[in-house]
């Protein structure tokens, strides 16, 4: 079984910036890939970034392209989602979650947090 926990949501001004983490237990980390997704009020949870195995292959929505970046630390079992330029189309509870293969669907992840909630203030 996987266990995903994620934290450093909060409150942050529109502008500001927050880092996420998300720390796995239950298998080995560094196997598979590991993806953020987001979810607003009375909206679909979508995709938010990926990253793969090893760190090299990233990928990110268009619309946080140039102000998010997903890093990964396999020696820590931990992901981080870095959050610049915070906008209030941002503001969402986030979910980590770990998959079989690089994918931006929520099928193909098996495992998930119970996600930690970003506030943006204007």
């Known amino acids: 079984q996987v266990q995903l926990v994620e934290s450093g949501g909060g409150l942050v001004q529109a502008g500001g910036s927050l880092r996420l983490s998300c720390t796995a237990s239950?298998?080995?980390?560094?196997?598979?890939?590991m993806g953020w997704f987001r979810q607003s009020p009375e909206k679909e949870r979508v995709f938010v970034a990926l990253?793969?195995?090893?760190?090299?292959?990233?990928y990110y929505r268009e619309s946080v392209k140039g102000r998010f970046t997903i890093s990964r630390d396999n020696d820590k079992n931990t992901v981080y989602l870095q959050m610049n330029s915070l906008k209030s189309e941002d503001a969402a509870v986030y979910y980590c979650?770990?998959?079989?293969?690089?994918?931006?669907?929520?099928?193909?992840?098996?495992?998930w947090g119970q996600g930690t909630q970003v506030t943006v203030s204007s």
């Open positions: 979650a770990a998959g079989r293969h690089v994918s931006v669907l929520e099928s193909d992840y098996d495992y």
């Open positions: 990253i793969g195995a090893s760190g090299d292959n990233t």
């Open positions: 239950g298998r080995t980390f560094s196997r598979g890939p």
